[in-house]
């Protein structure tokens, strides 16, 4: 994140956990789901929106984040308080153990642990763990033909940047866009 000027007293990070199609099924199955199709292409959309509804609850409604002191949240503590935070619509304390699904909470539990042993100071309490920013790039691409950019079936269509499945981040995306808008000058104009 970048705040104007970089003023705030506070630094983001999003700490990403690949998730697989299988881990996906097994948790939906898990969750009690039913006639769940592995090879759905809609698979990873069920399981995020599962897991933005496990922390909008949490949270206690009106997009409330759920959230724990991070040393609580690696030793399954609930915190009794939290810190400051820049997340405008607020905090709850909660148990992010229960809230999130089991292998997310372990690899973040041991990774933030890690973390610590590798960057002094980053292991903390003083650190607020906010569930959950559920996506980093889209999960689906939408095809296009490598030598031009475009759909190799809708005529006209140029798929590009982050929601076609192309860019995961502002330069990525910006420079995906740039790519296809010199593919539409050297074919059109
Ligand atoms: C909260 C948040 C924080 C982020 N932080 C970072 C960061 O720190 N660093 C980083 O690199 N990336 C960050 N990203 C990711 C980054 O913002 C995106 O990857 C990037 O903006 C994608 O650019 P884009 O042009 O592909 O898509 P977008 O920026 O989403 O642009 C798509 C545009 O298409 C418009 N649109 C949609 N449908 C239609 C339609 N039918 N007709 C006409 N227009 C339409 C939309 O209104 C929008 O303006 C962040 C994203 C979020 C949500």
């Known amino acids: 994140m970048e705040p104007h000027q970089k003023k705030q007293p506070f630094a ?8 697989e199609p299988e881990d996906a099924a097994r948790e939906l199955r898990s969750a009690g789901k039913k006639n769940i199709d592995p090879n759905d292409p809609l698979l990873l959309l069920h399981f995020q929106q599962m897991v933005e509804q496990n922390c909008f609850i949490a949270g206690g409604g009106k997009f409330v984040a759920p959230a724990q002191r991070m040393a609580d949240f690696s030793n399954g503590k609930l915190s009794s308080s939290l810190p400051a935070n820049s997340y405008l619509p607020g905090l709850n304390p909660a148990p992010l ?13 041991r990774g933030f642990t890690e973390f610590g042993k590798k960057m002094h100071g980053y292991y903390t309490n003083d650190a607020v763990v906010v569930a959950t920013e559920s996506r980093t790039s889209s ?6 033909n490598a030598e031009n950019g ?10 590009c940047g982050e929601g076609a499945g192309y860019a995961g981040g502002i330069v990525s995306a910006a420079m995906d866009g740039e790519k296809i808008a010199r593919q539409l000058v050297s074919l059109f104009v």
């Open 12 to 19: 983001n990070s999003g700490i990403v956990v690949p998730v």
């Open 97 to 109: 153990k229960d809230v999130l699904p089991g292998f997310i909470y372990q690899s973040l539990a």
């Open 139 to 144: 999960p689906v691409r939408i095809p296009r």
């Open 150 to 159: 475009s759909h190799p079936q809708l005529q006209n269509f140029y798929p």
